[in-house]
C-alpha cells in the first residue's frame, strides 16, 4: 500500500513522463539515436541537432539530452552546444548554476527554464530545469576521435555535483553531420544574415 507521500511520488513520476513523451527513449545502438536535423535556410548559420536522449532512473530523477551545432555561413566557424534537461523529484529544487567538463574547466552555462510544478513540501516536488551549456568543438571533436563520450559535471546550489555525460553515439552523430555540411551556402544575403 502506497502512503500519502509515496503515491504523490508516483503521480509526479507519471507526469514527468507524459510531459517529454514518455519514460523510454531510443537506445544507444538504434537508428534513432543517430539521427540528426539540419536546419539550412536563409539565417547566417546552419543549424545540426542530434536525436533528444532520455536517460535516468526512471523513479526519481529523468534527465533528456540533445547537441546543437552551428556553422557560420560566411567564416565557416562552428559553436557547439548541449541542451540538458532534467525532470526530479524532490522536496527542494536544485537549482543547477554552473558546469564543468572532465579537466574541471567551467563551460558556459545559460538557465533556460526553472519550474516546481506539483509542489507540495511534505510530498515532495516535480522539479523541472532546462539549460544549454556552451561545449568547445575541438574538445567534442577530441571525444569523437577517441570513441567516447563528453562528461559533463553539473554543479546545483542545492545538492552538489551530478554527471550527466554526453553519450559518444550523439557526439559521433553531430560531428558526421557538421563534416557533412558545406562551410559555407551560397545565395546568403547580408540582409539575410543581419535579420537573425
Same mark, same amino acid.
Given at each position: 500500500?502506497?502512503?500519502?507521500p509515496e503515491a504523490w511520488r508516483a503521480v509526479g513520476i507519471v507526469a514527468m513522463c507524459a510531459l517529454i513523451?514518455?519514460? @523510454?527513449?531510443?537506445?544507444?545502438?538504434?537508428?534513432?539515436?543517430? @539521427?540528426?536535423?539540419? *536546419?539550412?535556410?536563409?539565417?547566417p548559420y546552419q543549424e545540426v541537432t542530434t536525436a533528444l536522449l532520455r536517460t535516468g532512473n526512471g523513479f526519481?530523477?529523468? /534527465?533528456?539530452?540533445? *547537441?546543437?551545432?552551428?556553422?557560420?555561413?560566411?567564416?565557416?566557424?562552428?559553436?557547439?552546444?548541449?541542451?540538458? @534537461?532534467?525532470?526530479?523529484?524532490?522536496?527542494?529544487?536544485?537549482?543547477?548554476?554552473? +558546469?564543468?567538463n572532465a579537466n574541471a574547466e567551467l563551460l558556459p552555462m545559460h538557465r533556460l527554464q526553472n519550474d516546481g +510544478? #506539483?509542489?507540495?513540501?511534505?510530498?515532495?516536488?516535480?522539479?523541472?530545469?532546462?539549460?544549454?551549456?556552451?561545449?568547445?568543438?575541438?574538445? *567534442?571533436?577530441? @571525444?569523437?576521435?577517441?570513441?567516447?563520450?563528453?562528461?559533463?559535471? *553539473?554543479?546545483?546550489?542545492?545538492? #552538489?555535483?551530478?554527471?550527466?555525460?554526453?553519450? /559518444?553515439?550523439?557526439?559521433? /552523430?553531430?560531428?558526421?553531420?557538421?563534416? +557533412?555540411?558545406?562551410?559555407?551556402?551560397?545565395?546568403?544575403?547580408?540582409?539575410?544574415?543581419?535579420?537573425?
Amino acid at each position: 500500500m502506497l502512503y500519502w507521500p509515496e503515491a504523490w511520488r508516483a503521480v509526479g513520476i507519471v507526469a514527468m513522463c507524459a510531459l517529454i513523451g514518455g519514460c @523510454a527513449g531510443p537506445g544507444l545502438d538504434s537508428p534513432e539515436a543517430k @539521427a540528426t536535423k539540419v *536546419l539550412n535556410d536563409n539565417f547566417p548559420y546552419q543549424e545540426v541537432t542530434t536525436a533528444l536522449l532520455r536517460t535516468g532512473n526512471g523513479f526519481t530523477e529523468i /534527465s533528456t539530452m540533445r *547537441l546543437i551545432g552551428r556553422r557560420d555561413r560566411k567564416s565557416g566557424a562552428v559553436s557547439t552546444h548541449a541542451i540538458v @534537461a532534467i525532470h526530479y523529484h524532490q522536496k527542494l529544487g536544485r537549482r543547477y548554476e554552473s +558546469a564543468r567538463n572532465a579537466n574541471a574547466e567551467l563551460l558556459p552555462m545559460h538557465r533556460l527554464q526553472n519550474d516546481g +510544478a #506539483g509542489c507540495r513540501k511534505e510530498a515532495g516536488c516535480v522539479h523541472f530545469e532546462e539549460f544549454l551549456v556552451d561545449i568547445p568543438e575541438p574538445q *567534442l571533436r577530441q @571525444a569523437n576521435a577517441t570513441g567516447k563520450g563528453y562528461p559533463i559535471k *553539473l554543479f546545483a546550489r542545492a545538492g #552538489g555535483g551530478t554527471e550527466y555525460p554526453i553519450p /559518444s553515439v550523439l557526439v559521433a /552523430s553531430l560531428m558526421t553531420a557538421l563534416d +557533412a555540411g558545406p562551410t559555407a551556402v551560397p545565395g546568403v544575403t547580408a540582409k539575410a544574415a543581419q535579420s537573425r
